[in-house]
C-alpha cells in the first residue's frame, strides 16, 4: 500500500512509523486514521517485523491533536461513529496489538496525539515535549479513548483535573506522574526506544505477545463504550459548536453551557 501520510521504514526486525503531516503538526485526518489502521494490521501479520517505533516528523510535534475542520457540522451519531471507527480501527488496535509498540513523543502530543501515545505499550517523551487532553476547550470531551486510558495510568483524581482543566504538562511532570516511561535529551529519545525494542526482541516473542494480552484484559470495560456515546452526545450541545468555531476563527470560546 502507498501511504501519503505516513513514512514507513524497515530496519532489521523493528518498523518505523512516522507520522508526516509536518505543516498541520501532525494532526490525525481521517485519511491518516484510515493509514495507521492499514500499516497497524499489515505488520501485525508481518512474520518478519517484530516490533514498532512511532512518531512524527519534524521537532514539533508528536501529533498535536485530531484534524478539528473535521468535526464541524457533525451532529451526535456522527460524532459516536466517529469515535467508535477511530477507537476499534486503531487506538484498540494498537493497544492490543501482538507485537510491541513504543511511541516517541518528540513534542506536542495533545488530544488524539496523546490517546495515540496511551494507547501504545511504552513511551518515551523528549524533555521537551509537551503533553494534554484539550477536548473541553472545543466543548467536548476526549473520545478516542483517553478519559479510559490516562485514568489507567495516573489515576482517577489526576486525569480529572487534566482532562476538566486541558492543562498541558511537560515531560518530566508526565514521568512523574506514569505518564510516560522515560525522559530524554530530544536527541536522544529515539535512541532509548530502540535500546528498550531490541531488548524486548531478545524475549520469547509468544511470551511477550501474551503480556500484552494478559495486561491489556485488566483494562477491559464498559468505559470505552460510555466514553463514545458521551463523546457524541457533545455533538448536540451548542458549546461544541462554538468551540470549534471558536478554534478555526482562532479566538476564545464563549461557552454558555448550552
Known amino acids: 500500500m502507498s501511504y501519503q501520510n505516513l513514512l514507513i521504514e524497515d530496519k532489521g526486525r523493528i518498523r518505523y512509523i512516522t507520522i508526516n503531516r509536518e505543516s498541520k503538526l501532525n494532526a490525525l485526518n481521517k485519511d491518516t486514521l484510515t493509514e495507521l489502521h492499514a500499516v497497524f494490521a499489515s505488520t501485525f501479520e508481518d512474520q518478519a517485523i ?53 511511541a516517541v513523543i518528540n513534542g506536542y502530543a495533545l488530544g488524539g496525539g496523546l490517546e495515540l501515545a496511551m494507547a501504545c505499550h511504552i513511551r518515551i517523551a523528549a524533555n521537551t515535549a509537551k503533553m494534554g487532553l484539550p477536548e473541553v476547550t472545543l466543548g467536548l470531551i476526549p473520545g478516542y479513548g483517553g478519559t479510559q486510558r490516562l485514568t489507567q495510568l495516573v489515576g482517577r483524581g ?27 535529551e530530544a536527541d536522544n529519545a529515539m535512541v532509548k526506544a530502540e535500546e528498550l525494542m531490541h531488548k524486548i526482541l531478545k524475549r520469547a516473542p509468544l511470551a511477550v505477545a501474551a503480556a500484552i494480552k494478559a495486561v491489556s484484559a485488566a483494562a477491559v470495560s464498559e468505559g470505552f463504550k460510555a466514553e463514545i456515546d458521551l463523546f457524541g452526545n457533545c455533538f448536540s450541545s451548542a458549546d461544541f459548536k462554538e468551540g470549534v468555531a471558536a478554534f478555526l476563527e482562532k479566538r476564545s470560546p464563549e461557552f454558555k453551557g448550552l
Open 50 to 102: 517484530g516490533g514498532v517505533i512511532i512518531t512524527g516528523a519534524g521537532s514539533k510535534a508528536f501529533v498535536a491533536g485530531a484534524d478539528i475542520s473535521e468535526f464541524q457540522g457533525k451532529g451526535v451519531n456522527e460524532g459516536s461513529q466517529m469515535a467508535r471507527e477511530a477507537q476499534h480501527s486503531v487506538f484498540d488496535l494498537i493497544a492490543n496489538g501482538a507485537k510491541p509498540i513504543i
Open 158 to 184: 489526576k486525569a480529572l483535573e487534566l482532562i476538566m482543566t486541558a492543562d498541558m504538562i511537560g515531560a518530566e511532570e508526565a514521568l512523574q506522574l506514569g505518564l510516560v516511561n522515560h525522559v530524554t
